[in-house]
């Protein structure tokens, strides 16, 4: 099975075994769609039912089924929230998820020149847009990390069978 990370559990929440979880997914709430959850611990990774949730403040509280103390609870804090990949929906030809742009190789047309400027290395939310975050390699034009925002007027193609990201982008900047 393949998974990625769709989460995190980060605290203990009460004396119940309830635990604090931190969402990747665009809508908060869609964390529960994609079960059961998988952990990696020391043993090898295990599965984790949550049998009820529920909103606190902007984020989510889950009680694990079978976990009802809070020192037992504790020890699934501060881990990855995987799930198996063959659950996530199908997406549109012009939708991609988060997952499928890492790695990719970004070349920037800047001034009549096709630069290469890195690799995908993460994405990161801001309140306006997302943003790239590409790390340069031995092939691209420095070493240096650049933040591109996730943008029609700086995105040009992403072509994720070939590898690549085609932006626009100064890569000076």
């Known amino acids: 099975m393949e998974t990625l990370i769709v989460g995190r559990i980060t605290a203990v929440f009460g004396v119940r075994g309830w635990v604090k979880v931190h969402s990747y997914t665009e809508q908060l709430e869609a964390v529960f ?8 611990t020391p043993e090898g990774r295990q599965q984790v039912l949550v049998d009820d949730w529920k909103r606190h403040g902007d984020g989510l509280v889950v009680h694990i089924k079978g976990v009802d103390d809070r020192d037992i609870a504790r020890a699934w804090c501060q881990q990855d929230i995987r799930v198996d990949k063959a659950l996530l929906p199908d997406l549109s030809k012009e939708e991609f998820y988060w997952h499928q742009l890492e790695g990719l190789v970004v070349t920037s047309s800047f001034e009549g020149q096709e630069i290469r400027l890195g690799v995908v290395k993460s ?6 847009n997302d943003v790239l975050v590409v790390e340069g390699d031995a092939q691209s034009v420095d070493r240096e990390e650049r933040l591109i925002p996730y943008a029609e007027q700086f995105v040009t193609s992403i072509d994720v069978e070939n590898g690549t990201i085609g932006v626009i982008w100064d890569p000076g900047f």
């Open 33 to 40: 769609n994609y079960q059961p959850w998988w952990i990696d």
């Open 123 to 128: 994405l990161m939310e801001t309140g306006a």
